[in-house]
């Protein structure tokens, strides 16, 4: 049974950073996908940033245009661990953010492709 926990949310002013990180236990067979996504108040779920991992590694990850140049997707292997490092956070990025597994690929980062999820980690970014 595979379980994602996040942590590292909080409250920032915007032009702030925050380090998002999601431990994972379990296992997932290679390839597989990782993903954080978030949801706003009265607002669908939606994909931030996702990362395809091969049998030969991590592929190139890839962000939603509100949070390119901004966020980063990195994981560290050793540690079972996904991370997404936010900068220059505005107040349209908060929302309760999610760490996300998908079997096999990342679908485009299609909610309803994801088979594992975490509890979420709140972020709030004042202006």
């Known amino acids: 049974q595979v379980q994602l926990v996040e942590s590292g949310g909080g409250s920032v002013q915007a032009g702030g950073s925050l380090k998002l990180s999601c431990a994972a236990s379990?296992?997932?067979?290679?390839?597989?996908?990782m993903a954080w996504f978030r949801q706003a108040p009265g607002k669908e779920r939606e994909v931030v940033a996702r990362l395809y991992i091969s049998r030969s590694g991590p592929g190139e990850p890839r962000y939603a245009d509100s949070v390119k140049d901004r966020f980063a997707i990195s994981r560290d292997n050793a540690r079972n661990t996904l991370f997404l490092q936010m900068n220059s956070l505005k107040p349209d990025d908060t929302a309760m953010y999610y760490c996300?597994?998908?079997?096999?690929?990342?679908?485009?980062?299609?909610?309803?492709?994801?088979?594992?999820w975490g509890q979420g980690t709140q972020v709030t970014v004042s202006s």
């Open positions: 379990g296992y997932i067979d290679t390839p597989h996908c």
């Open positions: 996300a597994a998908a079997k096999v690929g990342c679908y485009a980062g299609v909610v309803s492709r994801f088979d594992y």
